[in-house]
């Protein structure tokens, strides 16, 4: 059964802390993994990765794909309160149908 | 361009009770989606279409149906509507291609079923 985990599944940090969210992912067909941010509505893309692109950074947000370890990690650093939002991470599958499996979510809180 | 838009974005159903979720995107997508978040848990597919006139099943699809008659509408249909389909929908849409895996969602709603 395709499944993706991610963890932890709660973090609470103070700003200017750096984070490290964690996605491991066991599915057959993988074409590549996608970052949204969560806060109290629609998901927002962040990343996505793929065996062309395996790293991607965005001013204080980066990523890395570990292909041999089937993970992801979602690394921000110098957190601001702004961040605080459910961290989703999905696997996307070659074929034509587009579809993702979404892991728990990491839910993030950032006090001043 | 509005995006991926959904109505509406409250509901109440009482046991029992049918109702359509509209979804609708102006970006020409052909794929599209409907999801269902739990609290404190991802998204689960609910269906799927990757283009006009074709649908399928995702993770969760009992209760649920689904229409696609055009490419911009993909209604999601409640049918005997139960507790246990008291959570948030999300419906999303993406364009195909080399980049085909991202998704557009929108804003959600909200249902509960007493």
């Known amino acids: 059964e395709d499944k993706v985990v991610q963890s932890p599944l709660s973090l609470v940090v103070h700003e200017g802390d750096t984070v490290t969210l964690n996605c491991s992912y066991e599915v057959t067909n993988f074409r590549s993994l996608l970052w949204y941010k969560q806060e109290k509505k629609a998901p927002t893309f962040l990343f996505m990765l793929t065996s062309s692109g395996i790293e991607k950074k965005s001013g204080r947000l980066s990523s890395i794909l570990d292909k041999k370890e089937l993970s992801s990690i979602l690394n921000i650093t110098a957190t601001q309160t702004g961040d605080s939002a459910i961290y989703l991470c999905a696997v996307g599958f070659s074929g034509n149908t587009g579809k993702l499996i979404f892991g728990q979510g990491t839910t993030l809180q950032v006090k001043p | 361009n509005a995006g991926v838009t959904q109505t509406p974005k409250f509901r109440i159903l009482k046991i029992g009770q049918s109702m359509t979720l509209q979804c609708t995107q102006d970006?020409?997508?052909?794929?599209m989606y409907w999801y269902r978040q739990d609290p404190g848990m991802g998204l689960k597919l609910i269906y799927y279409s990757v283009g006009a006139g074709i649908t399928d099943k995702g993770e969760v699809p009992n209760g649920y149906n689904v229409s696609r008659s055009t490419t911009e509408d993909f209604p999601l249909r409640l049918e005997l509507a139960a507790p246990s389909q008291t959570s948030v929908y999300f419906c999303?849409?993406?364009?195909?291609?080399?980049?085909?895996?991202?998704?557009?969602f929108g804003p959600g709603t909200r249902l509960t079923v007493l």
């Open positions: 970006m020409n997508h052909n794929y």
């Open positions: 999303a849409s993406s364009y195909g291609g080399v980049s085909y895996n991202e998704q557009f």
